[in-house]
């Protein structure tokens, strides 16, 4: 698990998620710890074989 910052796309606070970037490609719900929105997570490998990581809104 790697642990990264990213910006809430709901509430804009800077918060800290856990990443299981092993396990790709996935996607996966996580609430925002400062506003409780359901963030999706959609985590995969770009082509020279960095993780790559997109949070959005669930209303997107």
Do not use: H, K, W
Not at 2 to 12: A, L, N, Q
Not at 45 to 56: F, H, M, S
């Amino acid at each position: 698990m790697d642990e990264i910052t990213i910006d809430c796309p709901y509430c804009g606070e800077a918060i800290d998620v856990l990443i299981d970037s092993y396990d790709e490609p996935q996607q996966y719900y996580q609430d925002c710890s400062v506003c409780c929105a359901p963030i999706l997570f959609i985590v995969s490998e770009n082509e020279a074989g960095d993780i790559q990581i997109e949070a959005r809104r669930d209303d997107e």
